[in-house]
């Protein structure tokens, strides 16, 4: 399976902004996805991950609220929506796929597929 992460860019505090995640290769159904970020010299994080079918989901509980993750499968596609971005979000943002749902679902090495990443600024 291959991740092609997308939509990031340089914004300002408060704004909003989608992040995308196409696959290919694979059954993308069979996949729940998730998405991490890591800021600089920090380690990489959990936000937030999607079922199969869309229809569960957990998030990372500072970013409750605030961020929304979703899924198209005839899309092939998932998706972060980001809102009141801070300056604190400021990170690259990457997708992830893997079998299970919510066994270890925080755990980056519980993960078979990685995107290359988006890049998210912040400014203040």
């Known amino acids: 399976v291959q991740l092609q992460a997308s939509g990031g860019g340089l914004v300002q505090a408060g704004d909003s902004l989608r992040l995308s995640c196409a696959a290919s290769?694979?059954?993308?159904?069979?996949?729940?996805m998730a998405w991490f970020r890591q800021a600089p010299g920090k380690e990489r994080e959990f936000v937030a991950i999607?079922?199969?079918?869309?229809?569960?989901?957990y998030y990372a509980d500072s970013l409750k609220g605030r961020f929304t993750i979703s899924r198209d499968n005839d899309k092939n596609t998932t998706y972060l929506q980001m809102d009141s971005l801070q300056p604190e979000d400021t990170a690259i943002y990457y997708c992830?796929?893997?079998?299970?749902?919510?066994?270890?679902?925080?755990?980056?090495?519980?993960?078979?597929?990685w995107g290359q990443g988006t890049q998210v600024t912040v400014s203040s």
């Open positions: 999607v079922s199969w079918s869309g229809s569960a989901t």
């Open positions: 290769g694979g059954t993308f159904d069979h996949f729940a």
């Open positions: 992830a796929a893997r079998k299970f749902f919510s066994y270890r679902y925080q755990y980056t090495d519980s993960y078979d597929y």
